[in-house]
């Protein structure tokens, strides 16, 4: 009998925006198979309590777990990060980067004497959903710290497709990060990295309940998937786990959808 935790020992996981919803359950369904973990989020004191019980849980299985409470956006800090990681793990150990971070601006395109999207609300959005997968790629793989058939995995949303009200910068940033993640699958396979991104159905987190009418976008979904629920953050890091598996090698360049068929109606 296979054992999986085999693909797992010893490689270490890395989540940018880890700190709650999809990135966290990554984490820990990576930590429980036996990955050791390093996230890098962005939180506030009053919200840490939380995340230092799930980080205190993964060590409980027998893994080390790094978490940086620092910007990913800024580029010192993430040269902090490598020089860290460099020290702590060296070169080589890593199998996977997960992109989670929801930092997105939520202003309407158009507004009847009210706030409406700038430019540097689009670039903003833009730079922190899209380009910081690629400056994160890119800082780690000339640092040597991938590991042969690394798996690069970034997390989009039907968004990137369809219009929603007041979602346009986020939308552009989805679809942006989709466009990246191919330009990834192409041009980094020569050191075996594959990129995928998953397509997460509707899923109940705290980035969700920002968007305006949330709600309605919950029943609806609801409403279109075959099996009468929303996605669930365990949904999407299940997935995670299979296209990390050796068996998953050939996955490059991929949009996936995680959603229980929703997207099929």
């Not at 990246?180 to 192409?186: F, G, K, N, P, Q």
């Amino acid at each position: 009998m296979i054992d999986a935790t085999q693909d797992y020992k010893g490689k270490w996981g890395i989540v940018l925006g880890g700190s709650s919803g999809l990135g966290l359950a990554t984490a820990h369904k990576l930590a429980r198979e036996g990955m050791n973990i390093c996230i890098v989020h962005r939180s506030r004191r009053s919200v840490l309590a939380p995340f230092e019980e799930a980080v205190q849980e993964m060590k409980s299985f027998g893994i080390h777990v790094l978490a940086y409470n620092v910007d990913a956006m800024n580029t010192e800090k993430r040269l902090q990060v490598i020089d860290d990681l460099l020290k702590e793990i060296g070169k080589g150990h890593i199998k996977t980067l997960i992109h989670s971070i929801a930092r997105g601006n939520l202003k309407p395109l158009h507004s009847d004497g009210g706030t409406i999207l700038s430019h540097d609300d689009f670039v903003r959005t833009l730079d922190a959903m899209a380009i910081s997968l690629y400056d994160w790629v890119s800082a780690f793989a000339k640092a040597n710290l991938f590991s042969p058939d690394a798996r690069i995995i970034s997390f989009t949303s039907e968004g990137s497709h369809k219009a929603w009200k007041q979602y346009g910068a986020v939308a552009a940033a989805k679809a942006a990060l989709e466009s990246i993640t191919r330009s990834i699958a192409l041009e980094f396979a020569p050191l075996g990295i594959k990129a995928n991104c998953i397509q997460a159905g509707v899923t109940d987190t705290e980035s969700l309940r920002l968007i305006p009418g949330s709600a309605i976008m919950k029943e609806k979904s609801i409403e279109r998937n075959p099996y009468g629920r929303l996605t669930i953050p365990d949904d999407v890091a299940n997935a995670v786990y299979l296209l990390c598996r050796d068996e998953a090698s050939w996955i490059n360049g991929a949009v996936i959808p995680v959603d229980g068929g929703e997207h099929i109606r």
